[in-house]
């Protein structure tokens, strides 16, 4: 199962496109609601979450994913069960995905030190500051983590994160049943 943690001013596209390829591919997808059973996006339109924090069971538990988004991603960074998650992500070996300005969660945190990492170029500097290797890639995995750059990636993101938790083969299946190209 893959846990999307939405906090109230996250960027839509930046969630949903990644839960539209993952569930595509078969993957179980939560919503979880850090802010709320009810999240609204930076654009104004409202999720109904699957979850709270507290009900989300590390059983089965594979990836977890950050969308960004303002002031979604200084919310996400603000909660202690974000904290906490990410905190366990790493210590199991789990996948963490995050886009936009979510990798500088990971990168206050340490986690991006000595890896290849990307974000949006407004939080750029939080990577390298972090000790991250800035990639010139719109979206990368160095690891157990995979980092993109902003909203006009997350197919790209998504995809990335299907290969990454079922196949190759699934994620370009994906990519050609909906008609995106690698650009």
């Known amino acids: 199962m893959v846990a999307v943690f939405l906090a109230e001013g996250f960027e839509l596209v930046e ?3 990644p839960v539209d ?7 179980d ?9 009810e999240v609204p996006a ?5 999720v109904k979450t699957d979850l709270a924090p507290e ?5 089965g538990l594979e990836a977890i994913v950050l969308p ?11 909660s202690p069960a974000v904290q906490d998650i990410i905190d366990w992500c790493v210590k199991e070996g789990k996948l963490i995905g ?8 990971l990168a206050h945190k340490g986690l991006l030190k000595g890896r290849e990492a990307t974000a949006f170029p407004n939080f750029q500097k ?3 500051e972090g000790g991250a290797r800035l990639s010139e890639k719109y979206v990368c995995q160095d690891g157990r983590f995979i980092t993109g750059r902003g909203m006009g990636v997350s197919l790209e993101f998504g995809l990335k994160l299907t290969e990454a938790l079922t196949s190759p083969e699934k994620a370009e299946d994906i990519r050609t049943s909906i008609q995106t190209d690698r650009g």
Not at 29 to 37: A, E, S
Request: charged share 20%; aromatic share 0%; proline share 4%.
């Open 68 to 78: 960004g988004g303002l002031p979604g991603t200084l919310n996400l960074e603000k």
């Open 55 to 59: 009900d989300l069971s590390r059983e």
């Open 21 to 27: 390829v993952l569930r595509r591919a078969g993957v």
């Open 126 to 128: 939080d990577l390298t």
């Open 29 to 37: 997808v939560k919503l979880i609601g850090v802010t709320g059973r």
């Open 15 to 17: 969630a949903m496109a």
């Open 98 to 105: 995050a886009i936009c300005a979510a990798p500088s969660i």
């Open 42 to 46: 930076s654009n104004g339109v409202t």
